[in-house]
């Protein structure tokens, strides 16, 4: 039986309130007024601070990037060794009761929806392993009476013999139902803000459960409430300013490092991409950008793992894999039964490197690096 929804527990903490003694717009000056001073300290300090985080995401941190990637390859190679780990997702479903405006699957987009049955996840499941992948990650759209809790838990239920770490990207769920579901096999969830902006928030949500800012906000929480062994955080740049929402994201994560310090945690970086509907960035962020932010994560925690999907291209995953991300997807699709079921169904968003997993092992190889397959946690070198 599904457990049912619990209100917020009384006398705990939540990020909200941290949250909101941050104002966008001063973040934002505070960013851009950084001055070169600034970014070499924050270069050269042995533990870097949020303060040092906004100097190397300014534009004065420009003129140092190469330095950036230097001590960010450096450290990740300290860290994790000369080694990627592999993921790939799995979409069960591409049903969703939210309006959103950069996603294939919004509700007002008029496609064939899908949710995968038993028999068509395991035919999923059979191509996935025979290409090595050990460590998945489960997608769906959000639509609780579709793919809720129930259908989520005989999902992990369904695969748990067959991979050594399962992940969720789904709706946001209550405390309790996140316990539930780590007693049955759920090891990691990715739970992406989209964008920390309160009020492009609200445009880019309008309609549904998702529209509800806050209690997208403090998921996280919940999930470090709940004993999940591991935490994703995000942001989709391209909504909003890039450097504000890469701050909010940073704050994020040192303040569930603090509350939850026994969870380990992933940050991702995806761009807006191409879809369904369609829509053009707010603030472009460049390769280049991209770049800096994750040198910056990199040189804020140099313990936090650093994901890259297939959103971006061939040549920039090429030259950013030894650059401070420690995981990447391959050979991905992003519609329900994309792998052997119905390769031809609509997908949630374009993806940009198409290239297969043998070929992404031999491109990492080839630059030095040791494919892992299973979690890190899992993993020592």
Not at 323 to 347: D, H, W
Request: neutral net charge; glycine residues 4%.
């Amino acid at each position: 039986m599904e457990p049912k929804a619990k209100n917020k527990p009384l006398n705990t903490t939540y990020f909200t309130d941290v949250f909101n003694s941050y104002n966008w717009d001063d973040t934002l000056n505070s960013i851009f007024n950084k001055t070169e001073a600034d970014v070499q300290q924050a270069l050269a300090a042995s533990k870097r601070t949020l303060e040092d985080f906004k100097a190397l995401i300014s534009p004065a941190a420009k003129p140092y990037l190469e330095q950036m990637a230097q001590q960010s390859r450096l450290l990740t190679k300290k860290r994790f060794g000369n080694t990627m780990q592999m993921y790939a997702p799995m979409y069960l479903s591409n049903e969703c009761q939210n309006i959103c405006t950069y996603c294939g699957f919004s509700m007002t987009n008029k496609i064939p929806r899908r949710t995968l049955t038993d028999s068509e996840i395991l035919k999923e499941v059979a191509f996935l392993k025979a290409k090595g992948y050990d460590h998945i990650l489960l997608v769906t759209g959000e639509a609780n009476k579709t793919v809720g809790v129930a259908y989520i838990k005989n999902a992990i239920q369904l695969i748990r013999t067959h991979f050594s770490n399962i992940t969720i990207e789904v709706q946001p769920l209550d405390q309790d139902e996140y316990e539930y579901l780590a007693a049955h096999g759920l090891y990691a969830v990715l739970v992406y803000q989209e964008t920390y902006h309160r009020d492009e928030y609200k445009k880019h949500h309008p309609k549904g459960k998702k529209s509800n800012f806050n209690y997208r906000l403090e998921t996280p929480d919940r999930l470090g409430k709940a004993g999940i062994h591991k935490i994703g955080l995000g942001a989709l740049f391209g909504l909003e300013d890039w450097r504000a929402d890469s701050f909010f994201t940073a704050l994020h994560l040192k303040y569930l490092q603090k509350n939850y310090w026994k969870t380990k945690y992933s940050i991702s970086f995806p761009r807006l991409r191409p879809h369904s509907g369609g829509l053009e960035p707010k603030v472009e962020m460049t390769d280049a950008d991209l770049v800096q932010t994750i040198c910056a994560f990199r040189l804020l925690d140099e313990d936090v793992e650093l994901s890259m999907s297939t959103r971006e291209s061939e040549v920039f995953r090429n030259n950013i894999v030894n650059l401070g991300i420690t995981s990447i997807s391959a050979e991905s699709k992003t519609n329900p039964g994309g792998y052997a079921v119905a390769p031809q169904s609509l997908e949630q968003f374009e993806i940009s490197d198409e290239r297969s997993t043998e070929t992404i092992v031999d491109m990492l190889k080839g630059q030095g690096l040791e494919v892992v397959w299973k979690d890190w946690e899992h993993f020592s070198h």
